[in-house]
Protein backbone atom coordinates (compact mmCIF):
# COMPACT_ATOMS: atom_id res chain seq x y z
CA UNK A 1 0.00 0.00 0.00
CA UNK A 2 1.75 3.32 -0.97
CA UNK A 3 2.29 5.63 1.54
CA UNK A 4 -0.42 8.97 2.18
CA UNK A 5 0.71 12.28 0.76
CA UNK A 6 0.87 14.67 3.08
CA UNK A 7 -0.93 17.76 1.92
CA UNK A 8 1.02 20.95 1.41
CA UNK A 9 -1.17 23.98 2.12
CA UNK A 10 -0.70 26.36 -0.50
CA UNK A 11 -1.76 29.64 1.08
CA UNK A 12 -2.16 32.68 -2.19
CA UNK A 13 0.33 34.54 -2.41
CA UNK A 14 -0.57 38.23 -1.40
CA UNK A 15 -0.42 40.72 -4.38
CA UNK A 16 2.26 42.59 -2.88
CA UNK A 17 4.43 40.44 -2.78
CA UNK A 18 3.90 39.12 -6.48
CA UNK A 19 4.20 42.69 -7.25
CA UNK A 20 7.46 43.28 -5.36
CA UNK A 21 8.99 39.93 -7.43
CA UNK A 22 8.12 41.04 -10.53
CA UNK A 23 9.56 44.66 -9.73
CA UNK A 24 13.34 45.22 -10.77
CA UNK A 25 15.75 45.35 -7.66
CA UNK A 26 17.41 48.81 -6.49
CA UNK A 27 20.30 47.73 -8.32
CA UNK A 28 18.67 47.62 -11.60
CA UNK A 29 16.76 50.78 -11.28
CA UNK A 30 19.99 52.94 -10.20
CA UNK A 31 21.78 51.05 -13.36
CA UNK A 32 19.31 52.37 -15.58
CA UNK A 33 19.27 55.89 -14.62
CA UNK A 34 22.69 56.29 -14.49
CA UNK A 35 23.54 54.73 -18.06
CA UNK A 36 20.17 57.60 -19.17
CA UNK A 37 22.61 60.41 -17.32
CA UNK A 38 25.85 59.27 -19.46
CA UNK A 39 23.65 58.87 -22.27
CA UNK A 40 22.83 62.91 -21.97
CA UNK A 41 25.89 63.56 -20.76
CA UNK A 42 27.77 62.28 -23.76
CA UNK A 43 25.80 64.16 -25.87
CA UNK A 44 25.95 67.33 -24.13
CA UNK A 45 29.83 67.22 -24.09
CA UNK A 46 30.84 65.58 -26.84
CA UNK A 47 34.19 66.76 -26.68
CA UNK A 48 35.30 65.47 -23.16
CA UNK A 49 38.61 63.18 -23.18
CA UNK A 50 41.68 63.35 -21.16
CA UNK A 51 43.16 67.05 -21.06
CA UNK A 52 46.13 66.00 -20.69
CA UNK A 53 48.59 65.93 -23.31
CA UNK A 54 50.65 62.62 -24.43
CA UNK A 55 52.12 60.97 -27.48
CA UNK A 56 52.94 57.85 -25.35
CA UNK A 57 52.17 55.39 -22.56
CA UNK A 58 55.41 57.00 -20.42
CA UNK A 59 54.10 60.51 -20.93
CA UNK A 60 50.49 60.25 -19.91
CA UNK A 61 51.51 57.97 -16.70
CA UNK A 62 54.07 60.79 -16.33
CA UNK A 63 51.77 63.68 -16.90
CA UNK A 64 48.92 62.22 -14.34
CA UNK A 65 51.58 61.93 -11.71
CA UNK A 66 51.99 65.36 -12.34
CA UNK A 67 48.68 66.21 -12.17
CA UNK A 68 47.78 65.56 -8.22
CA UNK A 69 46.83 68.82 -6.43
CA UNK A 70 47.34 70.74 -10.09
CA UNK A 71 45.40 71.30 -13.13
CA UNK A 72 45.31 69.74 -16.21
CA UNK A 73 46.18 73.30 -18.25
CA UNK A 74 49.68 73.57 -15.43
CA UNK A 75 50.68 70.43 -16.26
CA UNK A 76 50.43 71.19 -20.03
CA UNK A 77 52.36 73.67 -19.15
CA UNK A 78 55.48 72.05 -17.97
CA UNK A 79 55.98 68.91 -19.51
CA UNK A 80 56.77 69.50 -23.25
CA UNK A 81 60.41 70.99 -21.07
CA UNK A 82 60.43 67.55 -19.34
CA UNK A 83 59.90 65.10 -22.27
CA UNK A 84 62.01 67.36 -24.09
CA UNK A 85 65.06 66.57 -22.01
CA UNK A 86 63.87 63.51 -21.02
CA UNK A 87 61.94 61.37 -23.72
CA UNK A 88 61.71 58.17 -22.22
CA UNK A 89 61.60 56.03 -18.97
CA UNK A 90 65.13 55.47 -18.95
CA UNK A 91 66.37 58.50 -19.68
CA UNK A 92 64.40 60.40 -16.46
CA UNK A 93 65.22 57.08 -14.53
CA UNK A 94 68.90 58.27 -14.83
CA UNK A 95 68.04 61.85 -14.15
CA UNK A 96 69.59 63.84 -10.97
CA UNK A 97 66.67 64.76 -8.78
CA UNK A 98 66.98 68.22 -8.78
CA UNK A 99 67.31 69.07 -12.48
CA UNK A 100 63.54 67.54 -12.21
CA UNK A 101 62.37 69.54 -9.41
CA UNK A 102 63.82 72.41 -11.31
CA UNK A 103 61.82 71.72 -14.18
CA UNK A 104 58.22 70.24 -12.77
CA UNK A 105 58.33 73.10 -9.65
CA UNK A 106 55.19 75.03 -11.05
CA UNK A 107 53.11 71.99 -10.29
CA UNK A 108 53.47 71.79 -7.03
CA UNK A 109 54.53 69.28 -4.28
CA UNK A 110 57.75 68.89 -6.74
CA UNK A 111 59.58 67.21 -4.41
CA UNK A 112 57.51 63.92 -3.92
CA UNK A 113 56.28 64.53 -7.32
CA UNK A 114 60.12 63.99 -8.24
CA UNK A 115 60.48 61.20 -5.96
CA UNK A 116 57.44 59.49 -8.03
CA UNK A 117 58.09 60.02 -10.98
CA UNK A 118 61.92 59.07 -10.89
CA UNK A 119 60.90 56.13 -9.05
CA UNK A 120 58.40 55.06 -11.85
CA UNK A 121 60.70 55.41 -14.86
CA UNK A 122 63.07 53.28 -12.77
CA UNK A 123 60.72 50.58 -12.03
CA UNK A 124 59.70 51.13 -15.77
CA UNK A 125 63.32 50.57 -16.87
CA UNK A 126 64.15 47.93 -14.28
CA UNK A 127 61.30 45.27 -14.40
CA UNK A 128 59.48 46.37 -17.92
CA UNK A 129 62.02 47.53 -20.47
CA UNK A 130 61.26 51.07 -19.99
CA UNK A 131 57.03 49.74 -21.22
CA UNK A 132 54.18 50.98 -19.78
CA UNK A 133 52.76 47.25 -18.44
CA UNK A 134 49.03 46.65 -19.46
CA UNK A 135 47.49 45.35 -16.37
CA UNK A 136 45.92 47.00 -13.08
CA UNK A 137 48.19 44.73 -10.75
CA UNK A 138 51.36 45.78 -12.64
CA UNK A 139 50.61 49.49 -12.70
CA UNK A 140 49.76 49.58 -9.13
CA UNK A 141 52.92 48.55 -8.43
CA UNK A 142 54.74 50.97 -9.62
CA UNK A 143 56.11 54.34 -7.71
CA UNK A 144 53.79 57.31 -7.56
CA UNK A 145 50.97 55.40 -9.85
CA UNK A 146 47.51 54.38 -7.94
CA UNK A 147 44.64 53.09 -9.30
CA UNK A 148 43.38 56.40 -10.60
CA UNK A 149 46.60 56.84 -12.92
CA UNK A 150 46.26 53.17 -14.31
CA UNK A 151 42.87 53.29 -15.15
CA UNK A 152 43.69 56.87 -17.23
CA UNK A 153 46.42 55.34 -18.67
CA UNK A 154 45.09 51.47 -19.41
CA UNK A 155 41.73 53.22 -20.73
CA UNK A 156 43.15 55.93 -22.99
CA UNK A 157 46.33 54.57 -24.13
CA UNK A 158 45.72 50.01 -24.36
CA UNK A 159 41.57 50.79 -24.73
CA UNK A 160 41.64 48.17 -21.81
CA UNK A 161 38.78 49.00 -19.13
CA UNK A 162 40.09 47.86 -15.32
CA UNK A 163 38.73 50.80 -13.38
CA UNK A 164 37.05 54.30 -13.13
CA UNK A 165 39.39 56.80 -12.46
CA UNK A 166 37.74 58.53 -9.51
CA UNK A 167 38.91 62.40 -8.93
CA UNK A 168 37.67 65.23 -7.00
CA UNK A 169 35.31 65.68 -9.70
CA UNK A 170 33.65 62.74 -10.88
CA UNK A 171 33.47 61.86 -6.57
CA UNK A 172 31.36 64.95 -6.24
CA UNK A 173 29.02 64.97 -9.57
CA UNK A 174 28.75 60.59 -8.91
CA UNK A 175 27.16 62.13 -5.33
CA UNK A 176 25.18 64.90 -6.28
CA UNK A 177 23.51 63.06 -9.09
CA UNK A 178 22.65 60.44 -6.71
CA UNK A 179 24.80 57.20 -8.95
CA UNK A 180 27.07 56.57 -5.69
CA UNK A 181 27.97 57.75 -2.40
CA UNK A 182 30.61 58.65 -0.24
CA UNK A 183 33.51 59.95 -0.13
CA UNK A 184 36.00 57.28 -0.52
CA UNK A 185 37.14 57.27 -4.33
CA UNK A 186 37.81 52.97 -4.21
CA UNK A 187 34.42 52.59 -2.42
CA UNK A 188 32.52 55.50 -5.54
CA UNK A 189 34.74 53.26 -8.05
CA UNK A 190 33.19 50.01 -6.53
CA UNK A 191 30.03 51.83 -6.54
CA UNK A 192 30.34 53.02 -10.41
CA UNK A 193 31.39 49.86 -11.61
CA UNK A 194 28.77 47.67 -10.59
CA UNK A 195 26.18 49.55 -12.06
CA UNK A 196 27.83 50.55 -15.28
CA UNK A 197 29.48 48.62 -18.56
CA UNK A 198 32.63 47.67 -18.47
CA UNK A 199 32.97 49.35 -22.09
CA UNK A 200 31.47 52.29 -20.84
CA UNK A 201 33.89 52.72 -17.81
CA UNK A 202 36.80 55.07 -19.45
CA UNK A 203 34.69 57.51 -21.41
CA UNK A 204 32.42 57.75 -17.95
CA UNK A 205 35.64 59.09 -16.29
CA UNK A 206 35.96 62.05 -19.19
CA UNK A 207 32.58 62.48 -18.86
CA UNK A 208 32.02 63.12 -15.27
CA UNK A 209 35.17 65.21 -14.86
CA UNK A 210 34.37 67.63 -18.12
CA UNK A 211 31.14 67.88 -16.38
CA UNK A 212 32.42 68.96 -13.24
CA UNK A 213 34.46 71.49 -14.53
CA UNK A 214 32.28 73.12 -16.62
CA UNK A 215 28.71 72.50 -15.14
CA UNK A 216 29.15 71.05 -11.91
CA UNK A 217 31.49 73.28 -10.37
CA UNK A 218 32.51 72.79 -6.52
CA UNK A 219 31.30 76.15 -5.25
CA UNK A 220 28.77 77.37 -7.42
CA UNK A 221 27.53 74.70 -9.39
CA UNK A 222 25.31 75.98 -13.03
CA UNK A 223 22.15 74.17 -12.05
CA UNK A 224 19.99 75.94 -14.61
CA UNK A 225 22.79 74.71 -17.08
CA UNK A 226 22.77 71.39 -15.94
CA UNK A 227 21.27 68.70 -19.12
CA UNK A 228 20.54 66.31 -16.29
CA UNK A 229 19.13 68.70 -14.18
CA UNK A 230 15.71 66.25 -13.82
CA UNK A 231 17.88 63.18 -12.85
CA UNK A 232 19.84 64.80 -10.20
CA UNK A 233 19.05 63.58 -6.70
CA UNK A 234 21.34 67.00 -5.08
CA UNK A 235 18.45 68.40 -2.76
CA UNK A 236 20.68 72.21 -3.02
CA UNK A 237 19.77 71.89 -7.50
CA UNK A 238 16.66 73.68 -7.38
CA UNK A 239 17.92 76.62 -5.33
CA UNK A 240 21.27 77.20 -7.55
CA UNK A 241 19.31 76.67 -10.76
CA UNK A 242 17.13 79.61 -9.26
CA UNK A 243 20.13 81.75 -8.84
CA UNK A 244 19.48 81.55 -4.85
CA UNK A 245 22.02 79.26 -3.06
CA UNK A 246 21.83 78.49 0.14
CA UNK A 247 23.99 80.64 2.68
CA UNK A 248 26.09 78.47 4.01
CA UNK A 249 26.44 77.51 7.98
CA UNK A 250 28.11 80.06 9.80
CA UNK A 251 28.16 82.53 6.66
CA UNK A 252 28.01 86.28 7.45
CA UNK A 253 24.48 87.50 6.46
CA UNK A 254 24.66 90.25 4.05
CA UNK A 255 24.67 94.06 5.39
CA UNK A 256 21.20 94.73 3.95
CA UNK A 257 19.49 91.89 4.97
CA UNK A 258 21.22 92.78 8.50
CA UNK A 259 19.66 96.27 8.20
CA UNK A 260 16.34 95.01 7.56
CA UNK A 261 16.39 92.34 10.36
CA UNK A 262 17.03 95.22 12.67
CA UNK A 263 14.54 97.31 11.44
CA UNK A 264 12.00 94.99 11.54
CA UNK A 265 13.00 94.26 15.48
CA UNK A 266 12.39 97.64 16.50
Known amino acids: MAPARSRV????????????????????????????????????????????????????VSATILSAQCTDERVNQVTPALFARYPTAQALA?????????????????????????????ALTADHGGEVPRSMDAMVELPGVGRK????????????????????????????????????????????????????????TDVLIFHGRKICIARRPLCGQCPVFALCRWPQRQAFAMGKPPRAKGAPRSAARRRARRASAR
Open 9 to 60: SRRPVPAAVREARRAPSRRALLAERANKILDILEQAHPEATCALHYRNPFEL
Open 94 to 122: AARPEDVEEIIRPTGFYRAKTKSLLGCAR
Open 149 to 204: TASVVLGHVYDIAEGIAVDTHVLRVSNRLGIARGDDPIEVERQLMTILPRERWTRT
